[in-house]
């Protein structure tokens, strides 16, 4: 699985449409996350399924499994390509999330992808905010396992954990990287970032890109600038 999902991280669909449009972005993956899907909910995935995009549906579900199960089970009607929860959850949530996709699913059920230590975090954040001690990395990998034996397909992870990630989980489980730059790119908030080349050099396997596209001069050059790192391994 090679995909690069483009962030539409646009507060409405009206916006989100005319960057489509403007940048002759028709059919491309696309990550819908919190902000627009709470603003236009289920029909804006009809219509993006319309116009041919493969979905990335990234919720970060985090609750209690009866919730999470519920709620997957409704998501998993909307046959999206892939969903996500927070690993730290528990092992009996990711499992529930599971088996909600598995139950609501039309025809394929979607891929079940655990976030681990968000991109914006780092060592500092992680060892005395959230009090959890130990290397960001591990703790990515530690989830991702946890995730991988509860049933899930795949985990959201910096670039710079794909390797222990797939060690531990194994070739098969999908490493989904976000925090994508090109080169000379500004970094933003993003606390461990890789270009395009690099992730593929790591062995990830979905990308997700945001800034990066979105606020480039010419968004289309820059998607398709994506990819031609890629292809290259250009690190």
């Known amino acids: 699985m090679r995909e690069m999902y483009l962030a539409l991280d646009f507060p409405e669909w009206e916006e989100a449409r005319a960057f489509i449009d403007t940048h002759d972005l028709y059919g491309v993956p696309v990550k819908v996350g919190m902000e627009l899907f709470y603003r236009e909910g289920p029909l804006l995935i009809e219509k993006l399924k319309e116009d041919g995009h493969p979905i990335f549906l990234d919720l970060k579900l985090h609750d209690i499994p009866t919730t999470v199960m519920k709620a997957m089970k409704n998501i998993a009607r909307l046959d999206v390509d892939m969903v996500t929860v927070h690993a730290l959850g528990g092992s009996e949530m990711i499992?529930?999330?599971?088996?909600?996709?598995?139950?609501?699913?039309?025809?394929?059920?979607?891929?079940?992808?655990?976030?681990?230590?968000?991109?914006?975090?780092?060592?500092?954040?992680m060892n005395h905010e959230l009090r959890i001690s130990g290397d960001v990395g591990n703790h990515a990998a530690h989830l991702a396992a946890l995730a991988h034996q509860s049933g899930a397909d795949g985990a959201v992870c910096s670039v710079g954990e794909v390797q222990k990630i797939k060690k531990a989980c194994g070739l098969s489980f999908l490493a989904v990287t976000p925090g994508i730059r090109l080169k000379g790119d500004s970094v933003d908030d993003q606390k461990r970032p890789s270009t395009p080349g690099n992730a593929r050099a790591n062995g990830a396997d979905v990308l997700v890109l945001g800034r990066a596209v979105r606020n480039a001069p010419n968004p289309s050059a820059a998607y398709n600038k994506v990819i031609e790192e890629w292809n290259d391994g250009n690190v």
């Open 95 to 125: 499992r529930k999330a599971k088996e909600g996709l598995m139950a609501g699913s039309v025809s394929d059920s979607p891929k079940l992808i655990a976030v681990t230590m968000l991109t914006s975090a780092d060592a500092k954040v």
